[in-house]
């Protein structure tokens, strides 16, 4: 499958790789020094996870969803409940697949969809077509004989090509809903692969909250599917959506971390500053009267010392806070 077949370049994705680029460096020293950028990237792969299922018609909220990732049992249809938890389990195995292997593309597709199809981990075995609410036919699938020749093409495609990873990756995903491999879950499947080979090129993306981002413009997503079936064939519309989607996931990333940042220089002042009018004040105290977890209270405190600014004086549940000046 060479690339000209199915996408033709574009002079802008030059400038759009461009600021990814950019924005890459960024947020690489941004994210490695960010104190919680471990419960940051966590927050966003929760996000992932829900964005990615409430694209397909999931019904929890965004809390409800953390929760069942956290496995607090809720009430709540239990088909989406299994949707969300399946794509955590296939989100935290994403270090561990090959992106050109057809195995664990059916193994990515066996946990997305586990309990929820027959054929779960399986090729389609009967032909399908994509229709709208009014029964308007958008999108035939490939014949489903030729399903399992054309997904190991196209990954072979994926492993060989020249093509730079960022545009490689979106007409993957592109291809992937074209070829339609699956009877359900083409779309997390297309959606989870794209970010897996652009985590092997720079391992950021696997935190990356690009499914979010898909998720607040579901119109332009499937218009830019649609786009690049018609009249023929050619993924670039797609693939310019993509460019721009992960562009702005990036800035996302960012403006996250860096009101976090902003956010710790203020709440540790904040703390010192309590510390020095009440040096008796408990971590729960103080998590009350900033507004955030003991967790984070114990953090700054912990910080604080290991910088020389704060000490404590007397035993630990007795004893008081002394602000170093």
Known sequence: MAFPEFFTPQN????????????????????????????????????????STVIEGNRLSLDQATAVIDGVQIFGPERDILEVQNAWAAYEQIDDFDPYSVTDFLKAHRL?????????????????EIVSANGEVLHTGSRFAKVPRLIGELLVWARDTNVHPLIASSAVHFMIEQIHPFTDGNGRIGRLWQTLILSKWNSVFAWMPTETLI??????????????????????????????IIERSLLDYR????????KDVVDTELLLEYLRDNPQLSAARLA???????????????????????????????GTWKVVP
């Open 215 to 244: 998720s607040r413009d579901q119109l332009g997503y499937y218009t830019a599917l649609q786009n690049s079936r018609e009249p023929e064939i050619d993924a670039a519309p797609f693939i310019t959506f993509m460019l721009g």
């Open 112 to 128: 997305l969809t586990k309990g929820l199809i027959a054929q779960s981990g399986d090729f389609r075995k009967t032909d399908v």
């Open 12 to 51: 802008e994705w030059l400038d759009q790789v461009g600021r990814i680029y950019v924005l890459l460096g960024v947020v690489t020293v941004d994210d490695t020094t960010s104190d919680h950028h471990v419960e940051l990237r966590r927050k966003n792969r929760i996000n992932s996870v829900y964005s």
């Open 255 to 262: 403006a996250n971390v860096v009101d976090d940042v902003v």
């Open 288 to 318: 009350g009267r900033l507004g955030v977890s003991s967790r984070q209270v114990q953090r700054i405190i912990k910080t604080l010392k290991e910088q020389g600014r704060l000490t404590r004086e007397g035993s630990p549940r007795s």
